[in-house]
């Protein structure tokens, strides 16, 4: 590991989201549960599902941070609050200095030209009965920011940045690829040039190669822009391509968070072992030799989480390397999400570095798409962005 | 790492030359309705009925043109025994003519049994009371189901549950009886202040009832598809942007159920032509003297005309048969063609 990277990795405050000045978008004790009502007419509360319970996270201008987890996890829930499409149930939102969680649709007006959001699945994220020129307008046309009469120019000049043929102002969604629309997504993210986008799953409906463009692309605005992405995903190749910072998530809560390169190489989490461990090695030989840790079980119900940590019921070691003491830890005391390396958080009572999970991982999004230097060892080094 | 931009370029490239015109110089998308007016004009059925519903609107509205051709008006009497040479019976003038009274150079189609009154006049005069009030009747359920419905899915919760509920009790009306004994009550009562007078007053009240009672239909409807629409992206996406909900539901989302509410109205049209026809029939719609294709079959069987004169029922029973069968098949065109499930044209 490089020096350089745990310099960066110990600027972040002590809590993940404590206060950074510099913070862009800072996220405390961020809960979104859901009721479950039951009942004919007078319908009770009788529970809730626990999508979201309990994430901080912090993120400065022009950063990605990755989120990932698998399904179900609340990953996408936890984005879709952040930018307000649903409410928060418990917690801060605290965008430039201002705490949005309580925001109305009204208060939030002006701040949607700021927090943009790129869905995933291009099909559904564009109304197949609008032309592009009026899905890229839209934001124009409902924030006003552009006269009527110089919004196709707008429009057009984003189709251009984005690589799509501006020609094409008049045609409808259907006759586009995947890709392409796509860029139509983003194209309408960025036109109001926020300063926060939250991706997600930007490119888990695309063909790899078109994932490999859409990535470039949103590396390149926010580079242009300097737009800070939260970019949530289940493919940890491509949130190590892309993510400054990130966080790993599990049934709602936040496993662990750092920087990359230290996720990458020192991973501390029993939970991000085993995702790591489950992204295929694109080296045939490797592939066979390696060990991988697999979770049995289901994932639990986040409406009635495990007591004590969430992850006990599928945790590799608590099952296999665990004395019955530390165990009994596991299950009645939840942990919280603690400082355990220098900038390095993770929720776990018995983290540990497992280097050999992190050195079989070098697969980037495409084996020739990552610069990555492997020894012969199968140990990798630093990688240079 | 990057991408070579190279092979970033061929890509974008590839894929567009998928569409064998996407390089030429203007580039204009299709729309679904675009889409579906290229299968509606393959299919004979429907370009037949289409037609002919064209033939009947042009009708109806130079009405007066063509009645000024025949030298006709619908209102004036005429004595029955100048109208039909025939020596070979006597009548008593006013009585009706036993028999076909067959069409005529002056009198197109005939007149009406005891009254005289020119068939062809009445039967043009009665296309524009008959389509006048099935279009704005339809135009009304379509307008007000479209808007609740979406409203209903889209809000939820209480708006949902009170139109919802609102919908069940107009539905659970048993209409025609309804329709019966609201219509001259509307019309004794309401008529005067809210609905004009003389003629136009059971024309209006029989528009009002007929969409107000239409219009639960298609709300159930569109709720159940704005149910479905309301979890798609891209209205996520427009309340990303800020978008309020009038702007969500009627740019966003109403333009994707569209295509059912147009097969739905179509379909509609014809059913309100014959609920006119049944009101008038039943003698609670248009009255005398203003001609409708209800009320002169509900002439023909007054007095049990229909017995000595078939011709005075037939001709507004065909021009009823006609107008809803090509409305129907017009529909049921419209609806093929905008199935997405249909071979692509």
Same mark, same amino acid.
């Given at each position: 590991m490089?020096?350089?990277?745990n310099v960066?990795?110990?600027?972040?405050a002590?809590?993940?989201?404590?206060?950074?000045?510099?913070?862009?978008?800072?996220?405390?004790?961020?809960?979104?549960h859901?009721?479950? !009502?039951?009942?004919?007419?007078?319908?009770?509360e009788?529970?809730?599902?626990?999508?979201?319970?309990?994430?901080s996270?912090?993120?400065r201008?022009?950063e990605?941070?990755?989120?990932?987890?698998?399904s179900?996890?609340g990953?996408s829930?936890?984005?879709?609050v952040?930018?307000?499409l649903?409410?928060?149930?418990?917690?801060?939102i605290?965008?430039?200095?201002?705490d949005?969680?309580?925001?109305?649709?009204?208060?939030?007006l002006?701040?949607?030209?700021e927090?943009?959001?790129?869905?995933?699945?291009?099909y559904?994220?564009?109304?197949?009965?609008?032309?592009?020129?009026?899905i890229?307008?839209?934001?124009?046309?409902?924030?006003?920011?552009?006269k009527?009469k110089?919004?196709?120019?707008?429009?057009?000049?984003?189709?251009?940045?984005?690589g799509?043929?501006?020609?094409h102002?008049?045609?409808?969604?259907?006759?586009?690829?995947?890709?392409?629309?796509q860029?139509?997504?983003?194209?309408?993210?960025?036109?109001?040039?926020?300063?926060?986008?939250?991706?997600?799953?930007?490119?888990?409906?695309l063909?790899?190669s078109?994932?490999?463009?859409?990535?470039?692309?949103?590396?390149?605005?926010?580079?242009e822009?300097?737009?800070a992405?939260?970019f949530?995903?289940h493919?940890?190749s491509?949130?190590r391509?892309?993510s400054?910072?990130?966080?790993?998530?599990?049934?709602?809560?936040?496993?662990?968070?750092?920087?990359?390169?230290?996720?990458?190489?020192k991973?501390?989490?029993?939970?991000?072992?085993?995702?790591?461990?489950?992204?295929?090695?694109?080296?045939p030989?490797?592939e066979?030799?390696?060990?991988?840790?697999?979770?049995?079980?289901?994932?639990?119900?986040?409406?009635n989480p495990?007591?004590?940590?969430?992850?006990?019921?599928r945790?590799?070691?608590?099952?296999e390397?665990?004395?019955?003491?530390e165990?009994?830890?596991?299950?009645?005391?939840?942990p919280?999400?603690e400082?355990?390396?220098?900038?390095?958080?993770?929720?776990?009572?018995?983290?540990?570095?497992?280097?050999d999970?992190?050195?079989?991982?070098?697969?980037?999004?495409?084996?020739?798409?990552?610069?990555?230097?492997v020894?012969?060892?199968g140990?990798?080094?630093d990688?240079?962005? | 790492?990057?991408?070579?931009?190279?092979e970033?370029?061929?890509?974008?490239?590839?894929?567009?030359?998928?569409?064998?015109?996407?390089?030429?110089?203007?580039?204009?998308g299709?729309?679904?309705?675009q889409?579906?007016?290229?299968?509606?004009?393959?299919?004979k059925v429907?370009?037949?009925?289409l037609?002919?519903l064209?033939?009947?609107?042009?009708?109806?509205?130079?009405?007066?043109?063509l009645?000024?051709?025949?030298?006709?008006?619908?209102?004036?009497?005429?004595?029955t025994?100048?109208?039909?040479?025939?020596?070979?019976?006597?009548?008593?003038?006013?009585l009706?003519?036993?028999?076909?009274?067959l069409?005529?150079?002056?009198?197109?189609?005939g007149?009406?049994?005891?009254?005289g009154?020119?068939?062809?006049?009445?039967?043009v005069?009665?296309?524009?009371?008959?389509?006048?009030i099935?279009?704005?009747a339809?135009?009304?359920?379509?307008?007000?189901?479209t808007?609740?419905?979406?409203?209903?899915?889209?809000?939820?919760?209480v708006?949902?549950?009170?139109?919802?509920?609102?919908?069940?009790?107009?539905?659970a009306?048993?209409?025609?009886?309804?329709?019966l004994?609201?219509t001259?009550?509307?019309?004794?009562?309401?008529?005067?202040?809210?609905?004009?007078?003389?003629s136009?007053?059971?024309?209006?009240?029989?528009?009002?009832?007929?969409?107000?009672?239409?219009?639960?239909?298609?709300? !159930?409807?569109?709720r159940?598809?704005?149910l479905?629409?309301?979890?798609?992206?891209f209205?996520?996406?427009? !309340?990303?942007?800020?978008a309020?909900?009038?702007?969500?539901?009627?740019?966003?989302?109403?333009?994707?159920?569209?295509a059912?509410?147009?097969?739905y109205?179509?379909?509609?049209?014809?059913?309100n032509?014959?609920?006119?026809a049944?009101?008038?029939?039943?003698?609670?719609?248009?009255?005398d003297?203003?001609?409708?294709?209800?009320?002169?079959?509900n002439?023909?069987?007054?007095?049990?005309f229909?017995?000595l004169?078939?011709?005075?029922?037939?001709?507004?029973g065909?021009a009823?048969?006609i107008t809803?069968?090509?409305?129907?098949?017009?529909g049921?065109?419209?609806?093929?063609?905008?199935d997405?499930?249909?071979?692509r044209?």
């Open positions: 490089s020096t350089e990277a960066a990795a110990s600027e972040i002590l809590h993940p989201a404590a206060d950074d000045p510099e913070a862009l978008l800072a996220v405390n004790g961020l809960k979104k859901f009721a479950i !009502r039951q009942g004919l007419l007078i319908r009770r009788v529970g809730a599902v626990k999508a979201v319970d309990g994430v996270f912090s993120l201008a022009g990605t941070m990755g989120l990932v987890g698998e179900g996890c990953k829930t936890t984005g879709r952040v930018t307000k649903l409410d928060p149930t418990a917690g801060a605290i965008f430039e200095g201002k949005i969680s309580g925001y109305s649709r009204a208060e939030m002006p701040l949607r030209s927090i943009q959001v790129i869905f995933q699945d291009p559904s994220s564009l109304n197949p009965r609008h032309t592009i020129g009026t890229v307008g839209a934001p124009f046309r409902i924030q006003k920011t552009v009527e110089g919004i196709k120019a707008e429009v057009q000049t984003l189709m251009e940045r984005v799509l043929n501006p020609e102002y008049n045609r409808y969604p259907h006759e586009f690829s995947g890709g392409q629309r860029r139509i997504g983003i194209a309408r993210a960025i036109a109001l040039r926020p300063k926060l986008i939250v991706c997600d799953e930007p490119v888990s409906a063909d790899v078109i994932q490999a463009q859409v990535v470039n692309l949103l590396e390149d605005l926010q580079n822009f300097n737009i992405y939260i949530v995903a493919d940890l491509v949130v391509h892309i400054d910072r990130v966080a790993v998530m599990y049934l709602g809560q936040m496993m662990e968070f750092t920087d990359r390169d230290t996720l990458y190489s991973p501390l989490h029993p939970y991000t072992h085993a995702l790591m461990s489950a992204v295929p090695v694109p080296d030989a490797k066979t030799r390696r060990d991988r840790i697999l979770l049995v079980g289901d994932l639990p119900s986040p409406s495990p007591p004590g940590c969430v992850f006990h019921t945790c590799p070691k608590f099952r390397r665990l004395s019955d003491s165990r009994e830890r596991c299950q009645t005391e939840s919280a999400l400082l355990k390396a220098p900038g390095h958080f993770a929720q776990c009572h018995f983290p540990e570095v497992r280097a999970i992190a050195n079989a991982q070098d697969a980037g999004i495409g084996a020739g798409a990552v610069e990555s230097v020894s012969p060892g140990v990798s080094t990688l240079p962005r | 790492m990057t991408m070579p931009a190279g970033l370029e061929a890509v974008v490239a590839s894929a567009d030359s998928g569409d064998a015109d996407a390089n030429t110089a203007t580039v204009e299709r729309s679904l309705f889409i579906a007016w290229r299968r509606i004009r393959s299919s429907a370009m037949i009925s037609g002919v064209v033939f009947l609107l042009l009708i109806a509205i130079f009405a007066p043109v009645t000024a051709i025949e030298g006709q008006d619908p209102t004036t009497f005429h004595n025994r100048d109208v039909i040479d025939s020596g070979s019976v006597s009548f008593e003038p006013g009706p003519l036993p028999g076909f009274k069409p005529s150079s002056t009198h197109w189609l007149v009406e049994p005891q009254t009154r020119d068939i062809f006049a009445r039967i005069y009665g296309a524009r009371v008959s389509l006048t099935a279009f704005l339809t135009l009304m359920s379509v307008v007000i189901g808007t609740l419905g979406a409203m209903a899915a889209y809000f939820g919760g708006v949902d549950t009170v139109i919802s509920r609102f919908m069940d009790l107009l539905l009306f048993p209409q025609l009886l309804f329709l004994t609201l001259p009550i509307l019309q004794a009562r309401l008529g005067h202040t809210f609905l004009g007078k003389g136009t007053l059971p024309i209006a009240s029989l528009i009002f009832i007929l969409g107000f009672f239409g219009w639960p239909y298609l709300a !159930r409807i569109v159940g598809q704005v479905s629409l309301r979890e798609r992206e209205v996520e996406a427009a !309340r990303a942007m800020g309020s909900p009038r702007r969500i539901i009627f740019k966003e989302i109403i333009p994707n159920v569209a059912v509410v147009l097969v109205a179509t379909l509609t049209i014809p059913a032509i014959t609920a006119e049944a009101l008038s029939f039943l003698g609670v719609g248009v009255r003297p203003t001609p409708s294709w209800g009320q002169m079959l002439q023909s069987q007054s007095n049990n229909y017995q004169d078939p011709w005075f029922m037939l001709v507004p065909l009823l048969l809803v069968l090509s409305f129907n098949l017009l049921d065109a419209v609806r093929d063609a905008l997405p499930r249909a071979g044209s």
